[in-house]
RNA sequence: CGCGGGGUGGAGCAGUUUGGCAGCUCGUCGGGCUCAUAACCCGGAGGUCGGGGGUUCAAGUCCCUCCCCCGCAA
């Protein structure tokens, strides 16, 4: 089967690998165009066109595929399309070439989660338990039939970076199982049920904004949901402390108070309900750190109001 | 050449401004105290201060250069 694939980000890259070693003839590939990144600004090649370069597989980036890219993929004559966190939206005319349709790789059990961040939200909201759906691509956001799908539980303290690792290679099974049952013919499409949906905006940097009046839970999905980006943190005087992994505690106090801060019981802050223990951190100019390696070097003192 | 922070015993940091015996909180090893302990007391080991070059009587500290790590902005 002639396939094309399109997507952007590491996540994507498992479920690439997965058509290549299944033995589909992938004729193309589409990402996000390279951006400047990093120190310097240096252009940097997204995960997805690294690998489909190393395969030699022909790759396009066009700014916006509605705009400037339908021709190409028009000339591809793509039996399939493949898409799994490509990070642009499909017009129906890009929807209608594919004659076996589109399939999407999406990191949540729909109708759950829909939108461009559903692995962080899953951890945000306290989900207990993450997943992956394949479903049929159409004009709206993640709003397709279902094909397959499949569960994983969300760990205490898993973070959404470490999370999704776990689920792009999950997302790459199911891929594989749900076109080798696509070509034998025994896919079901399975409507999703509109009322039990959400849609989840984007991630943005004011979202690592910690209220500590929340409950513990929501506390620590904030802080494990936002890591790797855009990380939940809190200020200090000398900058932003990032927090990047927490668990719950049975503690209580003033919301937002630094209830101990030594290397030996670690960092626990008092919640609106109950306690976070912060396990990671990361000190502005500093790398990732366990919590009482931060402590032994940097001051903090019970009591604190953050 | 986008902006900025940093590299000091095993871990995390201070010390660099104003050169002058390398320090703190832990860990580790030995001993003590205790019914007991991640607690407390006593003692010890462990560092070519990221690499190289230079200035100086003297460099972690000043100058030049290289390497590595991190944040921001995108």
Not at 150 to 159: S, Y
Request: aromatic letters at 4%; glycine letters at 10%; a negative charge.
């Amino acid at each position: 089967m002639r396939i094309v694939f399109m997507g952007t980000p590491e996540f994507a890259v498992p479920s690439l690998e997965r058509l290549i070693a299944d033995g589909y003839e992938v004729a193309g590939v589409f990402t996000q165009p390279d951006r400047p990144k990093g120190r310097g600004n240096r252009l940097t090649p997204s995960p997805v066109k690294v690998c489909a370069a190393a395969h030699g597989i022909p790759v396009f980036q066009p700014e916006r595929i509605r705009r400037d890219g339908v021709e190409d993929l028009k000339a591809l004559r793509p039996e399939l399309c493949v898409t799994a966190a490509f990070g642009q939206i499909l017009s129906q005319e890009i929807l209608d070439i594919p004659p076996m349709g589109n399939i999407n790789v999406h990191a949540s059990l729909l109708p759950r989660h829909r939108g461009s961040a559903p692995i962080a939200h899953a951890i945000l909201q306290g989900d207990k338990k993450a997943g992956v759906t394949t479903m049929m691509m159409d004009k709206g956001i993640d709003t397709g039939d279902m094909l397959l799908r499949a569960e994983t539980e969300i760990g205490e303290t898993e973070t959404c970076g470490e999370l999704t690792e776990r689920l792009s290679r999950i997302g790459a099974e199911l891929l594989s199982e749900t076109l080798k049952r696509l070509e034998a013919g025994t896919l079901e499409r399975i409507p999703q049920n509109e009322a039990e949906m959400t849609y989840d905006p984007m991630l943005e940097k004011e979202m690592g904004e910690v209220d500590f009046s929340r409950t513990a839970g929501q506390v620590r999905g904030q802080i494990n949901g936002l890591n790797p980006w855009p990380c939940a943190s809190v200020p200090l005087p000398e900058g932003r402390l990032k927090l990047l992994r927490a668990c719950e505690t049975d503690e209580g106090g003033e919301p937002g108070t630094v209830l101990r801060a030594d290397p030996k019981s670690g960092l626990i802050i008092a919640c609106g309900e109950r306690a976070v223990r912060i396990l990671e951190v990361q000190a502005p100019g500093g790398k990732k750190m366990r919590a009482e390696d931060y402590l032994r070097g940097h001051a903090m003192q019970a009591g604190t109001r953050l």
